[in-house]
Nanobody, 114 residues
């Protein structure tokens, strides 16, 4: 019933930008904090960003602070991750989650390479 569908990943050169989207269904989105995680092969899963239910509070991993922005549109049941100044080390599968990982989407691949 609960679904989280990520989109917007792709191949981008270092310094480029991408905007990820996650459309949620099956729960009351406006009552739920949301988060983005990422995982690269052979690396630990990392919490990238989180946002409170009304979007008033956001938190970021130090590695992305100042470059990434999490936001949400509760009328559209959608959470976003704007990624600027991308680096090769940002390459990973990015996952949208409810709260801090209680439900996961399928993920979207982000590859940063020249």
């Amino acid at each position: 019933q609960i679904q989280l569908v990520e989109s917007g990943g792709g191949l981008v050169q270092p310094g480029g930008s991408l905007r990820l989207s996650c459309v949620a269904s099956g729960f009351t989105f406006s009552n739920s904090a949301m988060s983005w995680y990422r995982q690269a092969p052979g690396k630990e899963r990392e919490l990238v960003a989180g946002i409170s239910s009304a979007g008033r509070t956001t938190n970021y991993a130090d590695s992305v602070k100042g470059r990434f922005t999490i936001s949400r549109d509760n009328a559209k049941n959608t959470v976003y991750l704007q990624m600027n100044s991308l680096k090769p080390e940002d390459t990973a599968v990015y996952y949208c989650t409810r709260r801090l990982g209680s439900y996961w989407g399928q993920g979207t691949q982000v590859t940063v390479s020249s």
